[in-house]
């Protein structure tokens, strides 16, 4: 830990940013009555026993405060325990106390939003880069400022960038790739016109390349990728401001050229009708040698007898796949009066190759800090993810894509389905995309 001088940082940070006594009251707990705390500090801060003086302009008129006697974090189970030791190293070396609620991971965004105003929030807590706008529109966030911002992936940042600001510290990203059955497919392949040649050339098996969204289950989450690598987009995207919600490319001429590559691969019967439970079940009978998916199936796989392995996306006509790339983070709460120390925590005792190690190992997604990346090169499984991410696009984090996921999934299932050409499909969905945002 870089705990060098950070006792006095905090301290200093404590006197510039609390004006009152700020002590919790014992029923302001950071959480509803259902959440649980994991390391919660009891005891006095070591380095809280003496209150802060301070003078105003009035040498006779003094302002008596207390430092922060806590910082509370919500996460959900799989994490809480790692960062509850964290904040153990960070209330001994600091003085300042925290404690870590547990909170179900799918409810988060809507109680931050409820619980902030009302002053129970978090300080701290995790949350998806898709959240941002949402939250940001609800005031509910404040934006970060980064020390190291060229120790995180760009497309890690992006995904938490809204107008303009950066508001959450990553810590992981997640993608599709292409898991393959080392015993039906000797080598990964590295383009599609490879795959049809392998599917050619395999017999007894009931679908080649297994991508979600057929069937009856639209899927435009795996699909998009098919959208996107020839040049297709939904919002475009400014690294300085974030997406551009004005500018919609559904039905523009590489989304649609895209799509109808995806339409030959179905037409050739290289990639089939299957919804999400089809493509995984085949794969895991070993009856599908390929499965386009995330690192959320790892767990699944790992446990299997399946002699399996993972590459990046294949390109397309010579493009590479450039896929949604979801981000998850830290964010600081709007209401908090402490953002100073909630940054010293995060960037001090968070952002290390140990503690976002020990948060891989409990979820293995694709790490967005360079360092660990850097040390997990001789991990193939987190390099092949990493290499999709990096030619990927960030999943677009405006509350306006809840009006595309719907006419989005829907038409690109009409495609999967041969029930509209990839034009008209694009065309429909362009349009209620447009009505939707008018609205």
Not at 56 to 77: C, G, I, K, R, Y
Not at 123 to 130: L, R
Not at 181 to 209: G, R
Not at 392 to 420: F, K, T, Y
Request: proline share 5%; with cysteine; net charge negative.
């Amino acid at each position: 830990m870089r705990n060098s001088h950070t006792k006095w940082f905090v301290m200093f940070a404590a006197l510039m940013f609390v004006t009152v006594a700020c002590t919790r009251s014992s029923t302001d707990d950071g959480a509803d009555t259902t959440g649980e705390s994991v390391g919660a500090a009891t005891e006095t801060p070591t380095t809280g026993t003496t209150p802060i003086i301070t003078t105003t302009t009035t040498p006779s008129t003094t302002t008596t405060l207390t430092e922060p006697t806590e910082l509370v974090l919500w996460a959900d189970e799989d994490r809480a325990a790692i960062l509850a030791e964290v904040a153990t190293a960070f209330e001994d070396a600091t003085g300042v106390s925290m404690t870590i609620e547990i909170v179900d991971f799918n409810q988060i965004r809507e109680r931050v939003q409820t619980a902030g105003p009302d002053g129970e929030g978090p300080d701290i807590f995790i949350g998806a880069n898709g959240w941002t706008g949402e939250l940001v529109a609800s005031g509910v966030v404040q934006p970060i400022n980064f020390r190291e911002v060229e120790d995180f992936l760009q497309v890690a940042l992006d995904g938490f960038r809204f107008g303009g600001s950066l508001y959450a510290m990553p810590y992981a990203t997640e993608t599709i790739a292409m898991f393959y059955n080392e015993d039906l497919v000797t080598q990964a392949p590295a383009t599609f016109e490879e795959i049809a040649d392998i599917c050619a050339s395999l017999s007894d098996i009931e679908n080649c390349v297994g991508v979600p969204g057929g069937g009856n289950l639209a899927d435009a989450y795996h699909n998009y990728t098919f959208m996107s690598s020839l040049g297709g987009y939904i919002f475009t995207f400014d690294t300085a401001t974030g997406y551009d919600v004005t500018d919609i490319g559904v039905n523009s001429d590489g989304a649609v050229a895209g799509l109808e590559f995806l339409a030959e691969q179905i037409e050739a019967g290289v990639i089939g009708s299957v919804d999400y439970d089809d493509a995984k079940n085949l794969f895991l009978e070993g009856q599908q040698p390929f499965w386009v998916t995330g690192p959320w199936e790892l767990g699944t796989l790992s446990d299997s007898a399946l002699n399996w392995s993972v590459a990046k996306l294949p390109t397309i006509d010579g493009q590479a796949q450039s896929p949604f790339v979801g981000a998850q983070g830290f964010f600081i709460g709007a209401f908090t009066e402490y953002a100073v120390i909630a940054q010293s925590f995060l960037f001090d005792y968070v952002a290390t190759a140990e503690t976002f190690q020990a948060l891989h190992d409990a979820d293995p997604r694709i790490p967005a800090f360079r360092p660990l990346l850097d040390a997990l090169s001789d991990d193939p499984v987190a390099q092949a993810f990493a290499m999709s991410a990096a030619d990927g696009q960030p999943l677009p984090n405006v509350p306006e894509m809840e009006s595309v996921w719907g006419p989005l999934g829907d038409n690109l299932l009409a495609i999967r389905n041969g029930e509209l050409s990839p034009q008209d499909a694009m065309d429909a969905a362009q349009q209620a995309v447009e009505e939707a945002l008018a609205d």
